[in-house]
Nanobody, 123 residues
Framework: QLQFVESGGALVQPGASLRLSCAAS????????IGWFRQAPGKEREGVSS????????YYTDSVKGRFTISGDIAKNTVYLQMNRLKPEDTGVYYC????????????????WGQGTQVTVSS
């Protein structure tokens, strides 16, 4: 079974930065699309960003463009989500997940999910 460990979530003030990590075990992250998703209280889970490690293509949902950056370190078998200028609406549980599909944010296509890490943006 593929496994992830997400980390980096915290309680921060608006305008702060965080870097989330998604470390994979029992498989290597190359040849997959890795996605970050989030779920705010009372809301459906939504796609935030993804990276296709086969060609480096990235995707960002409109609300995080220009503030978040996704990257992968294959040597460390880890994908990162750098989050800058955080807003209260970024609050939620952030999950990473993996799919063989090419550059997609369709959650149905993601096969394996981490347990999530909590991000809270509040003054």
């Amino acid at each position: 079974q593929l496994q992830f460990v997400e980390s980096g979530g915290a309680l921060v003030q608006p305008g702060a930065s965080l870097r989330l990590s998604c470390a994979a075990s029992r498989f290597t992250l190359d040849h997959f699309t890795i996605g970050w998703f989030r779920q705010a209280p009372g809301k459906e889970r939504e796609g935030v960003s993804s990276i296709d490690t086969r060609d480096g293509k990235t995707y960002y949902t409109d609300s995080v463009k220009g503030r978040f950056t996704i990257s992968g370190d294959i040597a460390k078998n880890t994908v990162y989500l750098q989050m800058n200028r955080l807003k209260p609406e970024d609050t939620g549980v952030y999950y990473c997940a993996v799919t063989m599909a090419v550059a997609t944010m369709d959650q149905v296509l993601y096969d394996y999910w981490g347990q999530g890490t909590q991000v809270t943006v509040s003054s």
